[in-house]
């Protein structure tokens, strides 16, 4: 079993950055790939970002890309998405997830391992 802890999440103005944080606990971290997704108020689970067990191949939503960035850390179990120019529809709950993998391109969800979840509200 894999838990997942997020953090970081919080109240950020239109424009702004901020940095989610995922730690991961009870398995072998770097044969988990990662990813983060969001759910909107009335809104479906969405893919944001994914990356695979090293790091090497990272994946976006059309919606971020260029403005997110996620990475992972192996020393230290955790896998961060960088935001920047933040926009009120980015408000959402963010939830980090893992799976054994492998990461395959356009088919992201279904992934084995989900965190409880951290709310980011953007305010404009």
């Known amino acids: 079993q894999v838990q997942l802890v997020e953090s970081g999440g919080g109240l950020v103005q239109a424009g702004g950055p901020l940095r989610l944080s995922c730690v991961a606990s009870g398995r072998a971290f770097s044969l988990l790939v990662m990813g983060w997704f969001r759910q909107a108020p009335g809104k479906e689970r969405e893919f944001v970002a994914g990356i695979s067990w090293s790091g090497g191949k990272t994946y976006y939503a059309d919606s971020v890309k260029g403005r997110f960035t996620i990475s992972r850390d192996n020393a230290k179990n955790t896998v961060y998405l960088q935001m920047n120019s933040l926009k009120p529809d980015d408000t959402a709950v963010y939830y980090c997830?893992?799976?054994?993998?492998?990461?395959?391109?356009?088919?992201?969800?279904?992934?084995?391992?989900w965190g409880k979840g951290t709310l980011v509200t953007v305010s404009s």
């Open positions: 997830a893992a799976d054994p993998g492998p990461l395959v391109e356009g088919n992201y969800y279904g992934m084995a391992y």
